[in-house]
């Protein structure tokens, strides 16, 4: 087989894939997009050209011989943005998981490495492919090496061969570097001839071959000022050929032999997915390989009754649910562990045990159980009460170390030295393979779990009080997790004919903006479909060609808003895809979760999910219904009380992280402003231009605003000019010039990143941790990365921890005023509640109180409220 090698230009393809693609974070808040994008390359590159042989070069730092001749070479580029940066380390992980080799030489370029191990590799007859953004690289080119150059996008690549470059520029690739010799390259700061383009470059070239011929010959040159500029910059000419030439022969140590490809570590490869965030590319490789597990030998009893000597005070109970949801799912087993044993009963034995029931419910009798809230959610569908839950594993484990991601029991189990159990996928199988084993296969793995956690609870209870945590889990948490337990059992109505109407109103409008778009473009075509948009767009009605892809023309939503103002159907079409998603996704998604209940949507909120505290929402997601469009806010027209004559009650915190950020950065401005009631982002404004309140534009408070929010995340100035359209330099100085009439922020800045490096962690208000191991690391991507989350951390969640115990002070006084008004939904910083009208008066005193006094800071927390007949006359 013909040996092929090929060389990626690393830093060139990353660069590529950061700017082709949105910023995209993962879970843990790290940015992904050119992680992601130089994946898909990756893969695309090793599926079409199956190297034998493969090494990806990146530049190892500043500064190259090259600044030697030049000091100015690439003096102006812009500094990489940082979101960019804390992506290499990463991309290097994505690599050593694949197995290629990567390599970088100090002092040296990519490019010359590249230039060096290709010219080994023709020598020794391989087959050589280049990949890479820079077009300099096209100078390697030869009969047995092509150079793909990567166009807009991230897999549409443009080849070429000695023969493509002579169609496009009509000379030879080694004659590359005479061109940009002469023309310059305003990319790498190399000056060239001033006023010699590429067309002259090559038309004297094609007369003269070099640009040391051409030197020698200038008086032959027609044209008076083109040969006075020649004549003046000779020597600029020539370093300028010199720094655009590749070297071939660098001090490479490796060999082209030792880049043989021999496969990626595909368990490697599915951790980093997985820790990133790549469920799309997980998919395609299937699911992780189980690992062989030493499982000790477990004892246990199968009941077909319980009595009251299976029924001890300090029990372990696990409940076995198979859906993923498991307000649907069905109770496949139970098990219990406690002194006296460990036990299994399937669902039929507890229904029809009377004992089993009384001491579930008896709130004195305290059980250990691992998720309480599933637990409580899906015996409660039994008409089975379970109170007296007074240890949750899952979420113990979470405040613990909510970096850790708790997937799945095991993996829980083993983090905190537990005897080893197997994977439910090792026992259930995966996929359309999953189903419950026989009896006796299942009890032993149900009484493994009920050990684990009569095992683990000890352990657990005694490092959250070593971390000063376990207030954090007995009163926050654990209670928490039984309030959401009532939520997700209460569920919220659905008007199901409002949801069938507002399908049908999109329907038409959908149909009336596709005769319009049909109208504007002169025919009929299926809207849809990219190709047929395409050849309408830039065909037909001639709008400029923004970005092509390897079946066409780029419609994508990007392309699409920076043509909104060449024709009058790109509105169109764009708020055609829009109403598309509200109807697909929102609408038909919504009505498929309706449950006959009552016609109610019952959402499972994720406690034990994100590292900041937040709680987000599933099955379905209650907390990202589109409100931008009017459309999208009209959903909410469809939820609805649950009893005649109730109201809904929305309430939320006004700012609630900017007024944090105020108490803990102790900043007298930010108290100052909040303690007089002051618009925050007015007085911003205020301080940073240096005006009064009435010299403050609408564009002033955008721009105060999004560095209000933006600046303790750590927003750089790359983050502010996209978000704002303006350039790196204003965004930077806009930056510092918050930070200088803000010093209390700047202080809280720099010292919580200072506590990070000496704790190891960050915490919030109520002692919720988040460890930043990176905060230390030599690597400066990783650690401004780590740096960001410590500035971020505290602030979010502290809100998160917040609004948690507003959730909790609520249900008490709802009880404690016997009301029937029942909390419904959290939506990040928003509490929505039904209510009867006759308590709707009270609940507009007690739910500001309630809210605002959660916690007590040294500003003011503000709550608004609203009410009406749905969540949208609520708002």
């Given amino acids: 087989m013909k040996k092929k090698l090929v060389l990626i230009d690393g830093n060139s393809i990353a660069y590529r894939a950061f700017f082709a693609l949105p910023l995209l974070n993962n879970d843990k808040g790290v940015h992904t997009n ?31 011989f090259r600044h030697k001749t030049y000091g100015e070479y690439k003096g102006g580029r812009q500094k990489t943005p940082p979101e960019l940066s804390e992506q290499f380390p990463y991309i290097r992980e994505l690599l050593d998981a694949y197995q290629i080799p990567r390599y970088e030489l100090e002092n040296y370029e990519a490019d010359d490495i590249i230039g060096t191990l290709s010219l080994q590799a023709e020598k020794d007859g391989y087959e050589v492919k280049i990949i890479s953004g820079d077009k300099d690289l096209t100078q390697l080119s030869s009969e047995t090496t092509t150079v793909g150059i990567t166009r807009k996008g991230i897999t549409d690549i443009e080849m070429y061969t000695p023969e493509h470059i002579m169609e496009k520029w009509e000379i030879t690739p080694d004659r590359i570097i005479d061109m940009k010799g002469l023309m310059g390259d305003s990319s790498d700061n190399i000056p060239g001839v001033p006023g010699v383009g590429e067309k002259t470059a090559i038309k004297l070239l094609k007369q003269f071959g070099t640009i040391e011929k051409l030197l020698d010959s200038i008086d032959e040159v027609s044209g008076k000022k083109l040969k006075e500029k020649l004549e003046e910059n000779k020597d600029q000419a020539v370093m300028s050929k010199e720094l655009a030439t590749i070297l071939r022969e660098a001090p490479v140590k490796v060999t082209v032999e030792e880049l043989n490809y021999e496969g990626s570590d595909d368990k ?17 490789m299937g699911e992780t390989v189980e690992e062989e597990q030493d499982l000790q030998d477990v004892s246990f009893e199968i009941l077909t009754e319980i009595n009251d000597g299976h029924l001890k005070e300090d029990s372990s109970l696990y409940i076995e649910v198979m859906e993923d949801n498991y307000f649907n799912g069905e109770i496949v087993g139970i098990s219990m562990r406690n002194q006296s044993g460990n036990y ?71 983090r905190h030295g537990a005897s080893a159990i197997e994977s439910d996928e090792a026992v259930y199988g995966k996929g359309a393979k999953r189903k419950v084993p026989a009896e006796e296969k299942l009890a032993e793995h149900l009484a493994r779990k009920a050990n684990v956690v009569y095992e683990l609870k000890s352990i657990c209870e005694e490092s959250l009080k070593e971390n000063d945590q376990y207030q954090l889990f007995t009163d926050l948490e654990l209670p928490l997790a039984i ?46 479909s990219p190709k047929q948009l395409g050849v309408v767009l830039f065909e037909k009605l001639e709008l400029p060609v923004i970005k092509k892809t390897k079946t066409g023309y780029s419609t994508s939503a990007d392309v699409l808003e920076k043509l909104q103002s ?93 007024r944090v950020l105020a108490h803990i950065a102790g900043d007298e401005k930010l108290i100052h402003a ?74 809280y800045m720099d010292d919580i990143i200072s506590e990070a490096k000496q704790k190891g962690f960050v915490k919030t208000l109520l002692q919720r941790r988040r460890y930043i191991p990176e905060i230390t690391s030599r690597n400066f991507n990783l650690r401004s990365f780590a740096e960001r989350t410590a500035m971020n951390t505290p602030i979010q969640g502290s809100a998160a921890d917040i609004i948690k115990k507003a959730m909790i002070d609520m249900a008490e006084r709802l009880e404690k005023e016997n009301l029937q008004s029942r909390l419904l939904l959290q939506v990040h910083d928003e509490l929505i509640f039904e209510a009867p009208e006759e308590e709707i008066e009270r609940l507009k005193e007690i739910v500001p109180d309630v809210m605002e006094n959660a916690v007590e800071l040294n500003v003011p927390l503000k709550v608004d409220y609203s009410y009406g007949p749905t969540w949208y006359d609520a708002k």
């Fill in 674 to 747: 909040f303690n007089e009631g002051m618009d925050i982002h007015t007085k911003t404004a205020m301080d940073v231009f240096h005006v009064d309140a009435d010299s403050v534009t609408s564009n002033m408070r955008r721009h105060a605003k999004a560095v209000n929010f933006g600046i303790v995340y750590g927003i750089s100035d790359f983050g502010l000019s996209q978000s704002l359209g303006i350039t790196r330099k204003e965004a930077g100085e806009f930056i510092q010039r918050y930070l200088d009439s803000y010093p209390g922020v700047k202080e």
């Fill in 344 to 414: 299994f009963f399937t669902l039929e034995t507890a229904l029809s045990s009377k004992a089993f029931k009384e001491w579930a419910a008896d709130e004195s009798i305290k059980k250990s159980v691992y998720d309480a809230k599933m637990s409580i959610v899906s015996l409660r569908r039994q008409d089975i009460k379970l109170n007296g839950v007074d240890f949750d594993l899952l979420i113990a484990s979470y405040i613990l170390n909510p970096a850790e991601s708790a997937d799945d029991f095991a993996s829980v189990a083993k």
């Fill in 566 to 658: 060449k024709h009058e159907i790109v509105e169109h079409i764009l708020n055609y895809r829009q109403l598309g998603k509200l109807q697909s996704t929102y609408i038909e998604g919504l009505l498929k979760v309706v449950h006959d209940d009552g016609h109610k949507v019952h959402t499972r909120f994720n406690q034990a999910l994100t590292q900041t505290g937040r709680l987000s929402s599933t099955d379905p997601n209650l907390q990202n219904i589109p409100i931008r469009l009017e459309e999208g806010r009209k959903i909410r027209q469809a939820f609805v009380p649950s009893e005649k004559n109730w109201l809904m009650f929305a309430a939320d915190y006004s700012q609630i992280e900017l």
């Fill in 268 to 284: 490697k490869l599915k951790e980093f997915f997985k820790e990133l965030g790549f469920n799309s590319l997980l998919e395609k």
């Fill in 483 to 528: 309030i959401l337990a009532d939520m997700e059992y209460t569920g919220v109505a659905v008007d199901v004919d409002r949801l069938k109407e507002m399908k049908e109103e999109l329907a038409n409008r959908l149909d009336e903006m596709e005769k319009k778009i049909h109208e504007l473009a002169g025919e009929v075509f299926n809207i849809n």
């Fill in 34 to 64: 050119a992680v992601y994008g130089f994946t898909t390359m990756l893969q695309k590159i090793m599926t079409d050209e199956k190297p034998t042989h493969i090494l990806v070069a990146f530049d190892a730092g500043k500064t190259t």
